[in-house]
Structures are given as structure tokens and as C-alpha cells.
């Protein structure tokens, strides 16, 4: 298991910095892509990933939230994660080609879509604690 006290969150979404902020230490980001980025940035500088940065059914131009958790592993071998962040920055970027994510929902629709980030997270803690 891992200790969720070193875990690092990468999210745009701040219902979920708002519950889990203070069991793990987040990094808000200003955008889907933004947490994408930093994620594949971390990734490349050693940490590991413990949340699949595509979960849930969603397409990467649907939804404009997303939280990821990665786990600092320096030394190790993270060929894998690196590949995988790789291809999903590359999906959401093809994805933007096909139909540009819009620039905002309505606030019943967002937070609807942050419901289903938040429950993401919700479900993975317990997992990896």
C-alpha cells in the first residue's frame, strides 16, 4: 500500500481539493489539459501513477475535470507511466481535434461533471491507503 500523506493530486477540480486536501497534498491546476501536462511532467521527473489519468467513461473534450494521483518512486523503473500519460496527453489532444472541449458548462451541468471526478477519486482512495 502506499501512504497517502506522500501521494500527490493533480486536479482542476476544487470540490475535490475541498475534500481531500488536507490528507494529500494537491496541486491545482487551471484546466484539464493543465493537469495532463504537470502530471506527464512529474511522471518524466520519477513519480509514479496510481490513478489511470483517463478514468471514467468520459471522452477527454466531455468533461473539463480531471484529478490525478501520482506517488514519488525516484530510481525506479517508470517506462510504463510514461508511456501510458503519453498516450493520454496524445488522446486529449486528438480529441480537441475532433470536438473542442467548451470553454464552460452551466453550473449544474459542471457540477455534475465534478461529481463524477470527485467520485473517481472517492473510490481510488481507499485503494491505494
Not at 64 to 88: A, Q
Not at 101 to 121: H, Q, R, W
Request: charged share 30%.
Amino acid at each position: 500500500m502506499w501512504e497517502i500523506e506522500k501521494a500527490i493530486l493533480l486536479t482542476n477540480n476544487d470540490r475535490v481539493v475541498d475534500k481531500f486536501g488536507d490528507k494529500i497534498h494537491c496541486i491545482m491546476c487551471k484546466d484539464y489539459e493543465e493537469v495532463m501536462i504537470k502530471t506527464r511532467d512529474m511522471v518524466y521527473s520519477g513519480n509514479k501513477l496510481l490513478t489511470h489519468p483517463q478514468a471514467s467513461s468520459l471522452k477527454p473534450n466531455q468533461t473539463l475535470y480531471r484529478s490525478i494521483i501520482i506517488y514519488p518512486k525516484e530510481g525506479e523503473d517508470n517506462t510504463e507511466d510514461i508511456m501510458l500519460i503519453e498516450k493520454c496527453v496524445e488522446t486529449f489532444r486528438q480529441w480537441q481535434g475532433i470536438a473542442k472541449s467548451p470553454e464552460s458548462y452551466p453550473e449544474d451541468v459542471a457540477n455534475d461533471f465534478k461529481t463524477i471526478d470527485l467520485s473517481v477519486i472517492e473510490n481510488v482512495i481507499p485503494r491505494i491507503c
